[in-house]
């Protein structure tokens, strides 16, 4: 199945009609070798440099969130008002560097497992992810 009919099949699982705007967001999402991090307002630039079309705001987030909804990206929320997305679906942990405001994939394997002493009655623990957050330490610096 070649990319164009992959893209397809992505957004009418999505709920969503493939158009024009829609595939060419698929194609930078989906055609990378490399997973990647990205805000509503990154995949918007990153889809004006690297394929010169004008895609609104409301179209790229409709489709991400439709994509996240969906299960082919995942949200990390660092704060109230910032959120990236992660093209890695997988279980796997984060860093995110405060003063770079970049997203750093940490697998599993390099975290011991956490331990959970708590839990919601009557729910059950899907998965656990951590995310550090990490800044320059100004104190150490001379």
């Known amino acids: 199945m070649n990319n164009l009919n ?22 930078v999402l989906f055609s990378t070798e490399k997973t990647f991090h990205f805000t509503i307002n990154d995949l918007t630039k990153i889809i004006g440099e690297k ?14 969130h439709a994509f996240k909804k969906k299960g082919y990206l995942k949200e990390i929320s660092i ?14 942990h984060h860093f995110f560097d405060e003063d770079t405001n970049q997203l ?10 956490v331990n ?9 623990i899907k ?3 951590v995310l550090i957050k990490v800044a320059t330490d100004n104190q150490n610096q001379n």
């Open 104 to 113: 750093i994939d940490c697998h599993k394997d390099e975290i011991d497992t």
């Open 127 to 129: 998965s656990v992810e």
């Open 6 to 27: 992959i893209y397809t099949k992505k957004l009418r699982e999505s709920g969503l009609r493939p158009t024009k705007q829609r595939l060419k967001i698929c194609e």
């Open 79 to 92: 704060n109230s008002d910032k959120s990236y997305f992660d093209t890695n679906v997988t279980e796997h």
């Open 51 to 64: 394929l010169s079309e004008k895609i609104s705001l409301a179209t790229v987030y409709n489709t991400v």
């Open 116 to 124: 959970v002493k708590k839990n919601i009655t009557g729910k059950k």
